[in-house]
């Protein structure tokens, strides 16, 4: 990744935006801009980028014998919040649908919802907009009410090549929704763009732990997050949106989107399910090679497909300590030998959990 970011060409400006569920990159890669939902505006993935349907299950999930009435109620003044910006704005209001992205805030839908049968709705909404985890998508810039181009310029900018979502401080039940308002922006930004300019910034999006949003079996963190990851790893190529799948366990990753790698770089793996998953994947000549794959030392890789001509046991490139990821196990060995934390640091630890910094 570094020596693609760090291409000699004088006119090369990559747009690369890495989904870091374990906060390993923050510091891994030259030239990244670091979005980090807990840091006040950091990362904006305002409310108003969801679809209607997909906010209302992420704030009110509960079901309810009044759901029917509690979601035509949040429809009809979310609905009316949009149609009111675009008459401001001096548009037709009957262009506007329930899904279209127009801003509006979470506390004016709150403060629309009076009934005293939707309480339960308003107390939701009321809830997210408390917790500051979420602010980044419940607190729009205040002095921009219109963030599009500001959204956009956090993953498309000649100032970064890479922007890092760093999800470990993101609540587990809201990382589906971001992934997926995240990566469906991405892909409706490139669909809707004109062929000339969809040519002039392709992105690449790098989903690591790919077995987290798109698994073979079992529960996923969001449906959502399923479809979006799956939507661009089929669709995304002809609109100029291209993904890296990263897993250590490709044996759980839906077929599907394994389905759709053009190029593998496969390192050592020792399960038989991940070996076999790889092979049926590989072209014929390659299996040969696959066999050698729990035998491969470290930073060795085999690499097959679009971007070689021909299959070859490769080795990674060294890094300086600088640029690698923050991704190695604690040395049991060392640590034991070492004096155990502070009183201080303790505390430290509890701070940062209590307060979520």
Known sequence: ????????????????????????????????????????????????????????????????????KQWTAFKENLLSLKQDWAEAHERDKEEVSIDSPIPFSLQDLSDKITHKDFNDVKDSIDRCLRDRRMHFMTRPEQDNPDESVDIIRQFVSKDHSASIINLSSVPSEAEGVTVWMLLSLLFEYKVRQSIENRHKDPILVICEEAHRYVPKFGNTLSESARSSVARIAKEGRKYGIGMVVVSQRPSEIESTVLSQCSTWVVMRL???????????????????????????????????????NIPSRIRIND????????????????????????DEQIVEVFNKWRYNS
């Open 319 to 342: 890094l300086p300590e600088e640029q690698r990821p923050a991704s190695n196990d604690p040395p049991f060995t060392e640590g034991w030998s070492s004096e155990p934390p502070s």
């Open 270 to 308: 020792t399960n038989p399910d991940d070996q076999s998953t790889v092979k049926s994947f590989m072209p014929d000549g390659v299996k040969g090679l696959v066999d050698a794959l729990p035998g491969l030392g470290p930073q060795e890789a085999i690499l097959a497909g679009y971007a070689t």
């Open 1 to 68: 990744m570094n020596k693609l970011i760090e291409h000699k060409a004088a006119d090369w400006n990559p747009h690369i935006v890495i989904l870091d569920p374990h906060g390993e990159y923050a510091n891994a890669i030259p030239r990244a801009k670091l979005l980090d939902p807990t840091t006040p505006g950091a990362l904006r993935l305002p409310a108003w980028l969801c679809e209607a349907g997909k906010l209302f299950e992420f704030i009110h999930p509960k079901s309810t014998s009044q759901a029917t």
